[in-house]
């Protein structure tokens, strides 16, 4: 059986670095949001945190939403934070109105969510991306 790869275009390449651009934002934003540390552990070893999502990446409404993250050690804290030990820590640590912000994009469409909002994806990154860097800039 041949291996088929998809032709890596321009368009494909600059879409792939604004993902990644979002997704440091994001990790940043993280960060700040819980105070530089991980959230298991306390490790501010700032080299050695990972943002896991509380809402899996898949969901594109929460995917770059700081609230949807919690800092965690590289290896054992973010390891942990899949298992039901670390479900249950998450509970206790993160505030109920988070958890019940989340829950309310949790199992929205993304479309009917950018229909509702009469936004174009474009439009709603850009929101994003802006809603980013004002929270990272009045946090420093």
């Not at 105070?35 to 490790?43: A, E, I, L, R, T």
């Not at 934070?81 to 994009?105: C, R």
Request: proline share 2%; aromatic share 10%.
């Amino acid at each position: 059986m041949a291996i088929v790869y998809k032709k890596v275009t321009k368009k494909t390449k600059k879409k792939r670095n604004k993902d990644r651009y979002m997704q440091m934002l994001w990790r940043q934003a993280v960060l700040k949001f819980w105070g530089m540390k991980c959230v298991f552990c306390g490790n501010p070893d700032i080299l050695g945190l990972e943002a896991h999502h509380l809402v899996k990446r898949k969901n594109k409404i929460l995917r770059h939403d700081y609230r949807n993250g919690i800092p965690l050690c590289k290896y054992g804290c973010h390891a942990e934070a899949d298992t039901l030990e670390g479900m249950q820590k998450i509970q206790k640590i993160v505030p109920k109105a988070q958890i019940v912000y989340l829950k309310t994009f949790e199992k929205m469409n993304y479309k009917d969510f950018l229909i509702d909002r009469q936004m174009t994806n474009l439009e709603y990154m850009k929101e994003m991306k802006q809603e980013l860097n004002e929270f990272i800039k009045s946090n420093d």
